[in-house]
C-alpha cells in the first residue's frame, strides 16, 4: 500500500495539474469506486460536476481535493473536499483526452479548459472516491481520527513519543496505528527501527522517550529520501500522475533484504510475520526481545 511519500509524490502531481480547475463532468465505472459514499454514484457525481478543484491536501496516506463553487472559488470558504484513497494499487493519472482508457479505469473527471483528464485506475479496486464535509481546520470530517503525520506544522514530537511511551503494545505496531502518528506503514517502519537499532517487537512502554524520538526521527529522515527518489516502487501499480516509478526501493536497508547482509554489520537479514504481513530486520543490530514462556 502506498505510504507518505508515495501519496505525497502524488499529491504534488495533482496540485500541478488539477488545482484551479473547474469540473466539466465526472464518469464513474463499476460499483466499488465509490463506495465509500453512502448515498451512491449519482450523488457524488452531482457534488462534484462544476466545482473548482482548490488544494490539493494530505494527511499520512490520506489524499483530498478541496472544493470550491465556481463563484468563490478564489477567496470562499472551503466547507467539502473529494477524498481520493488509492488503496492497494489505485493510481490517479493525468492524460490527454485521446489517450485509450486503461484496463481498469474506474472515474474520469473532464475540465471546462479542455486540458488534461484525470483518471483513477484501479486494479485490485481496493482505493476509491468519497465526499466529505471539512472541519475547521480543512480536514475532512470523515478522517478527523487520524493523526498528525511528522511533515504537518501540527505535529507534536514530544507529544507524539509520550503518547508512544504509554502504550503497552510493541513499538512496530504502535508505529502503524494511524491514529497515533500517520503516514507510517510497514516498509518506513523497518527502516526506522533498523536505523534506530530497535526491534519491532519490543514494548514501547520499555523504550527511553530518547529512543523512541531517535525512531520517530529516523522515520521522518528515511521518508524525506525516500520522498526524493520518487517513493518506493516494486511494481508498475504504483506510480506518479505521469506514470512514472520511484527508485527508493534501490535504498532500502532491510524492508525486503531477507537474506542479504546486513549494511551496518554484515549479518543476513531476517524475516518474520507481523499483523499479515512481514517484517525484516537484522538480529545483530535489533536484538529481539524474549518471548514470555
Known amino acids: 500500500m502506498p505510504e507518505l511519500p508515495e501519496v505525497e509524490v502524488v499529491r504534488r502531481g495533482l496540485a500541478d495539474h488539477v488545482a484551479g480547475r473547474r469540473i466539466a463532468s465526472v464518469e464513474l465505472r463499476g460499483t466499488r469506486v465509490a463506495r465509500r459514499h453512502v448515498a451512491g454514484h449519482e450523488d457524488l457525481i452531482g457534488l462534484l460536476t462544476g466545482r473548482v478543484i482548490g488544494r490539493a491536501r494530505r494527511r499520512g496516506k490520506y489524499l483530498w481535493l478541496e472544493l470550491a463553487d465556481a463563484a468563490d472559488a478564489a477567496s470562499g ?5 473529494l477524498l481520493l484513497h488509492l488503496g492497494m494499487s489505485g493510481q490517479l493519472l493525468v492524460e ?11 472515474a474520469r473527471f473532464r475540465f471546462h479548459d479542455s486540458g488534461p483528464e484525470l483518471r483513477f485506475v484501479d486494479q485490485r479496486t481496493f482505493g476509491g472516491l468519497a465526499w466529505s464535509a471539512t472541519g475547521a481546520d480543512g480536514i475532512p470530517l470523515t478522517i478527523a481520527h487520524i493523526a498528525p503525520d511528522p511533515f504537518e506544522p501540527a505535529y507534536d514530537p514530544n507529544a507524539v513519543v509520550r503518547r508512544i511511551k504509554a502504550k503497552d503494545s510493541e513499538i512496530k505496531r504502535v508505529l502503524l496505528d494511524q491514529t497515533v502518528v500517520s503516514g507510517i506503514g510497514n516498509i518506513y517502519a523497518d527502516e526506522a527501527l533498523w536505523r534506530a537499532q530497535v526491534h519491532g517487537r519490543r514494548m514501547a512502554s ?11 526521527g529516523h522515520a521522518r529522515d528515511v521518508m524525506t529520501e525516500a520522498l526524493g527518489e520518487g517513493g518506493t516502487s516494486f511494481d508498475a501499480l504504483y506510480v506518479n500522475v505521469n506514470g512514472a516509478s520511484g527508485y527508493f526501493d534501490r535504498s532500502l536497508a ?8 546486513c549494511r551496518r554489520c554484515g549479518t543476513l537479514i531476517m524475516r518474520e510475520h507481523f ?3 512481514s517484517s525484516f530486520f537484522c538480529p545483530r543490530c535489533q536484538v529481539a526481545p524474549r518471548r514470555p514462556r
Open 254 to 261: 532491510a524492508y525486503g533484504q531477507v537474506g542479504r547482509p
Open 275 to 277: 499483523m499479515n504481513r
Open 206 to 216: 520499555t523504550l527511553t522517550k530518547p529512543s523512541i524520538a531517535r525512531v520517530l
Open 96 to 106: 490527454v483526452a485521446a489517450a485509450p482508457d486503461e484496463k481498469h479505469l474506474h
Open 77 to 81: 470558504p472551503v466547507e467539502d473536499a
